[in-house]
């Protein structure tokens, strides 16, 4: 009986009947996902969006921490990496400005517009020549630089974690100074350089502190996740 005839004496039609199954099944297509259940005109979901970006990350890692990896990376390719660039131009210039403008009205803790000015300008060069190399280079190249730094990039990352313990110590060993100027003795550091000085520093930790936390979730998720599925 073919696909197209009705069942005699009446009995409910095949199931068959329903579906030209007849047809071959390169003809006949894959079932439709949900998203195209949903919107019969959209394209199907591509891998160079951030969902499948991070799906195909999962299936590729080989453990916890490649996923990480592999999710940090991504997300500092998004838009959120524009961001964080346009941060890291902004505060160096904010530590020149400060550093410059307040060089000698901080006698208490004279090394700490140093470090701002210093600090300021190292991170300026870093952005720099950054920008410069990702110009430069092809996609195969960035690629390649993900597994691999150049000696200077090295130099500056060293440096400046350096410079931001120094600054650290700097900073917090004259808590709280005295932001009086006319003191008898002369030590004293302005208001608005201290404060500025001590908050950028105590932000960072601060940041580094809820990634650590962001991670440590992570990859308690992750080990959860993966024992629930064995």
């Given at each position: 009986m073919s696909g197209g005839e009705n069942p005699p004496n009446g009995a409910p039609p095949f199931h068959?009947?329903?579906?030209?199954?007849?047809?071959?099944?390169?003809?006949?297509?894959?079932?439709?996902?949900?998203?195209?259940?949903?919107?019969?005109?959209a394209p199907p979901p591509s891998y160079d969006s951030l969902f499948g970006r991070v799906r195909e990350a999962q299936r590729t890692s080989k453990g916890v921490f490649e996923f990480l990896k592999n999710i940090l990376i991504i997300l500092l390719g998004t838009i959120g990496c524009t961001i964080i660039l346009g941060v890291t131009i902004v505060i160096p210039i904010c530590m020149i400005v400060m550093g410059s403008i307040y060089l000698y009205e901080c006698p208490q803790g004279e090394y700490i517009p140093i470090y701002l000015l210093v600090g300021g300008i190292f991170g300026i060069l870093k952005q720099l020549l950054h920008l410069s190399s990702r110009v430069r280079q092809t996609n195969t190249e960035r690629?390649?630089?993900?597994?691999?730094?150049?000696?200077?990039?090295?130099?500056?990352?060293?440096?400046?974690?350096?410079?931001?313990?120094?600054?650290?110590?700097?900073?917090?060993?004259?808590?709280?100074?005295?932001?009086?100027?006319?003191?008898?003795?002369?030590?004293?550091?302005?208001?608005?350089?201290?404060?500025?000085?001590?908050?950028?520093?105590?932000?960072?930790?601060?940041?580094?502190?809820?990634?650590?936390?962001?991670?440590?979730?992570?990859?308690?998720?992750?080990?959860v996740f993966n024992s629930d599925r064995c």
């Open positions: 068959h009947n329903f579906f030209n199954t007849d047809l071959p099944s390169n003809e006949r297509g894959e079932p439709p996902t949900y998203e195209e259940a949903i919107d019969p005109n690629e390649e630089e993900q597994l691999r730094q150049s000696p200077m990039q090295t130099f500056l990352n060293c440096f400046m974690l350096g410079w931001f313990i120094i600054g650290s110590v700097w900073v917090y060993k004259e808590f709280e100074p005295n932001y009086d100027p006319n003191a008898f003795d002369g030590r004293f550091c302005n208001k608005s350089l201290y404060l500025f000085a001590f908050w950028l520093i105590t932000s960072v930790y601060i940041l580094l502190g809820i990634i650590s936390v962001c991670l440590c979730s992570l990859s308690i998720a992750s080990v």
